[in-house]
């Protein structure tokens, strides 16, 4: 019955003096964090606010984005937080979508958003320039949060791209977001004496639960941008953070330096999703950081996280994300909707807490995503992703159904040939994609971040030659100093395209 809300005041309440926020130089303790949010939420109330609207967030990662969202909620809201590198156009596509009535944007573009949020009221950080400041608001007198509102409302709308193109508003309610926190916080065991440092966007499904569960359990957010790897490492060691969540592109960048040169003996978890980690680099990952326990895992907007591969199945299942999260069933099917047994390639289906409510605005691509359950009025989600289960349970993702490449007549899976590129111990990072070929139907190119520029393209397709049959060894290599990314921190296979004709 709890709401997003209801976790900041449980916590605040059992430890008000435990830090619950380090940004920058800024540090904020629960009692004080929860305080800001009540004043805010009343001041938002005050400005026309109420139960269903949706408070719209153009801010980076910072203690003021921390406590708007949490005020949203606090006003019966629903929070909307859009990436803060995004440009005025998208701003202002994606206020004509969710219809907000407040915009949060920092003092210095206020003039440029004027026109992007149309009638709603735009409010400043770090100075004037809009309807009110931030710190205007937080002026108001502390008021009792309202309780008008419930766990089956609105809670965030959560912004994604696909494969079909555009924005798609994933709305998540209250009862999903807890449900989805406390069962990853079940497995990965994270305690209010945490730690977890994290250089995640929050606008980023990924990133943004790093700030709710740390709420849910009392633990310590700090955030610090990867803009400097260095700076990043050293903020870790004096924070002695004990949780670090990470990214395909940030353990390559990481197992690039000498991480003997920092102190990280304080870590005791490390989490990965957004895409695969290979074994390769799992593997190098765990040798330096040996301490550390790791948790490779499979997850999509439209269920916050879906599988995880326990750390002491790292030995034997390396490569597989493992089982249904806490309080989850999955199972994989075949076009016609029939249950496959194991062995057997086909859609991966979810049910459980976390399925969410389906898509703003969009009741026909909602329906095709999230058809009925086996209970009347219950929803499941269709990923749209292929795995196969082996007979210990556990689920091995083979590529997204559109990904699936025709190359030579054979049906081909990218990630099997990203694995074994990345077996290179030359190769950070590695991508492949198929582009139109009038021979070979689709031929396959590999686009390769190498680290040193003594690689070439040769080299590559001897490496993969030797470990992979004639028909999923690409056709081209073409090398990049990084691979261009979309802004949840996903690699960017469209822009991709674009690049591969030359290599």
């Given at each position: 019955?709890?709401?997003?809300?209801?976790?900041?005041?449980?916590?605040?309440?059992?430890?008000?003096?435990?830090?619950?926020?380090?940004?920058?130089?800024?540090?904020?303790?629960?009692?004080?964090?929860?305080?800001?949010?009540?004043?805010?939420?009343?001041?938002?109330?005050?400005?026309?606010?109420?139960?269903?609207?949706?408070?719209?967030?153009?801010?980076?990662?910072?203690?003021?984005?921390?406590?708007?969202?949490?005020?949203?909620?606090?006003?019966?809201?629903?929070?909307?937080?859009?990436?803060?590198?995004?440009?005025?156009?998208?701003?202002?596509?994606?206020?004509?979508?969710?219809?907000?009535?407040?915009?949060?944007?920092?003092?210095?573009?206020?003039?440029?958003?004027?026109?992007?949020?149309?009638?709603?009221?735009?409010?400043?950080?770090?100075?004037?320039?809009?309807?009110?400041?931030?710190?205007?608001?937080?002026?108001?007198?502390?008021?009792?949060?309202?309780?008008?509102?419930?766990?089956?409302?609105?809670?965030?709308?959560?912004?994604?791209?696909?494969?079909?193109?555009?924005?798609?508003?994933?709305?998540?309610?209250?009862?999903?977001?807890?449900?989805?926190?406390?069962?990853?916080?079940?497995?990965?065991?994270?305690?209010?004496?945490?730690?977890?440092?994290?250089?995640?966007?929050?606008?980023?499904?990924?990133?943004?639960?790093?700030?709710?569960?740390?709420?849910?359990?009392?633990?310590?957010?700090?955030y610090e941008p990867f803009t400097f790897p260095a700076a990043f490492l050293e903020r870790l060691a004096a924070e002695r953070a004990t949780v670090l969540p990470g990214v395909p592109t940030l353990w390559a960048m990481l197992l690039g330096m000498d991480l003997a040169a920092f102190d990280l003996s304080s870590l005791r978890c490390l989490t990965n999703t957004g895409a695969a980690l290979s074994p390769a680099h799992l593997q190098r990952l765990r040798q330096a950081l040996p301490q550390a326990r790791l948790f490779a895992m499979y997850g999509l907007t439209e269920t916050k996280r879906t599988l995880y591969l326990p750390p002491e199945w790292l030995d034997q299942k390396a490569g597989s994300v493992g089982i249904a999260i806490p309080g989850t069933e999955v199972w994989i099917e075949d076009e016609r909707g029939q249950r496959l047994g194991d062995g057997a390639?086909?859609?991966?289906?979810?049910?459980?807490?976390?399925?969410?409510?389906?898509?703003?605005?969009?009741?026909?691509?909602?329906?095709?995503?999230?058809?009925?359950?086996?209970?009347?009025?219950?929803?499941?989600?269709?990923?749209?992703?292929?795995?196969?289960?082996?007979?210990?349970?556990?689920?091995?993702?083979?590529?997204?159904?559109?990904?699936?490449?025709?190359s030579r007549g054979q049906k081909v899976a990218p990630i099997e040939i990203e694995h074994t590129l990345r077996e290179l111990p030359e190769v950070v990072d590695a991508a492949v994609i198929g582009v139109d070929d009038g021979t070979l139907g689709t031929a396959i190119v590999a686009h390769v971040v190498p680290r040193a520029a003594t690689l070439d393209a040769r080299a590559v397709l001897r490496h993969c030659k030797a470990r992979l049959e004639d028909f999923k060894v690409p056709d081209r290599v073409v090398f990049h100093a990084a691979l261009p990314r979309t802004q949840n921190g996903k690699v960017d296979r469209a822009a991709l395209g674009r690049d591969s004709g030359r290599g």
């Open positions: 019955m709890q709401r997003v809300d209801d976790l900041l005041w449980a916590t605040a309440g059992r430890s008000p003096q435990r830090t619950a926020l380090v940004c920058g130089d800024e540090r904020l303790v629960y009692g004080e964090f929860a305080a800001r949010v009540a004043r805010l939420a009343a001041a938002l109330r005050a400005r026309g606010v109420r139960r269903g609207d949706r408070v719209l967030t153009w801010l980076p990662n910072s203690v003021p984005l921390a406590v708007v969202l949490f005020a949203a909620l606090a006003a019966g809201a629903a929070f909307v937080v859009v990436d803060p590198s995004s440009k005025p156009d998208r701003l202002a596509a994606l206020c004509a979508d969710a219809t907000p009535r407040a915009v949060f944007v920092p003092a210095a573009r206020a003039a440029a958003c004027r026109a992007a949020v149309g009638p709603a009221l735009l409010l400043t950080v770090g100075g004037d320039g809009g309807d009110a400041s931030y710190d205007e608001l937080l002026a108001v007198a502390a008021a009792p949060p309202r309780r008008d509102h419930i766990d089956r409302d609105l809670a965030c709308l959560v912004y994604t791209s696909g494969s079909t193109g555009g924005q798609k508003g994933v709305m998540s309610a209250h009862h999903n977001v807890v449900f989805a926190a406390r069962s990853i916080l079940s497995y990965l065991g994270t305690a209010a004496d945490d730690v977890v440092i994290t250089a995640l966007p929050w606008a980023f499904d990924y990133g943004l639960y790093q700030l709710l569960m740390a709420v849910a359990c009392g633990a310590t957010l700090v390639v086909g859609e991966l289906v979810v049910r459980g807490g976390h399925v969410m409510l389906g898509y703003w605005n969009a009741p026909e691509l909602s329906a095709q995503r999230f058809p009925p359950g086996p209970l009347p009025g219950e929803r499941l989600c269709r990923t749209g992703d292929l795995f196969r289960r082996d007979a210990d349970g556990c689920h091995w993702f083979v590529g997204r159904r559109d990904d699936l490449l025709k």
